[in-house]
């Protein structure tokens, strides 16, 4: 008979905290909303307010009549798009890819605890793995949200193309609820990474021979 302490359950509230981050993260990729540029009172061809993405940007055009949306995605080969934004795309795809290799990892370390099965070194090892993912995802989505932060606070701009009908620089612009969304999303893999390294073999598993 195998009696498992509160190792495990600690083990499991890592696995869903780190589940939890990649979906805030992949949810917040796809989101516009982690720039907010606000144009001067709308003229003729700028609108009033745009949301600038990771990997799309929607423009608002507001009117005593109607309110118009207009959403265009990013190619990878646009050249238009920033520095801060492209290295954003990469850090934040590459995170995804860790978590998954990570995952894989924190399945085979849980099976291992949940059986009782003996292999001390592949459970630590498949932890490490786990936490060491986690931690780089964790940097990794901190610095997409930093880019995208230091160019809210240093005012810069785009030059979108003229189809966008975009000015380079707006009135002024805010970080948005996206940006956000992935700074907890990093909170949450650097807290499973704390857990996933702290793990030790319970030392309150017994196993009782059969009488």
């Given at each position: 008979m195998i009696l498992l302490d509160k190792g495990f359950n600690y083990q499991v509230g890592g696995f869903a905290l780190s589940t939890i981050a990649w979906i805030l993260c992949i949810t917040s990729m796809g989101l516009p909303q982690w720039r907010v540029w606000y144009m001067k009172e709308p003229m003729i061809s700028y609108p009033s307010v745009a949301f600038v993405?990771?990997?799309?940007?929607?423009?608002?055009?507001?009117?005593?009549?109607?309110?118009?949306?207009?959403?265009?995605?990013?190619?990878?080969?646009?050249?238009?798009?920033?520095?801060?934004?492209?290295?954003s795309q990469h850090l934040l795809l590459i995170t995804s890819i860790f978590w998954m290799i990570g995952k894989a990892a924190t399945i085979v370390a849980l099976r291992n605890m949940y059986t009782g099965r003996q292999e001390q070194n592949v459970t630590h090892n498949a932890f490490g793995l786990a936490a060491i993912l986690n931690i780089i995802a964790s940097s990794f989505v901190f610095l997409a949200v930093l880019?995208?932060?230091?160019?809210?606070?240093?005012?810069?701009?785009?030059?979108?193309?003229?189809?966008?009908?975009?000015?380079?620089?707006?009135q002024s612009q805010k970080a948005g609820a996206a940006m956000g969304m992935a700074f907890l999303a990093a909170v949450l893999f650097l807290f499973s990474g704390v857990i996933f390294i702290s793990y030790t073999v319970p030392l309150s598993i017994q196993v009782f021979p059969d009488i």
């Open positions: 993405g990771v990997w799309k940007i929607c423009i608002y055009h507001h009117d005593n009549s109607s309110n118009i949306r207009t959403c265009y995605k990013y190619s990878y080969y646009d050249t238009f798009v920033p520095l801060d934004i492209r290295i880019c995208n932060y230091f160019s809210v606070v240093n005012k810069e701009g785009i030059a979108f193309p003229s189809s966008f009908h975009m000015p380079l620089y707006p």
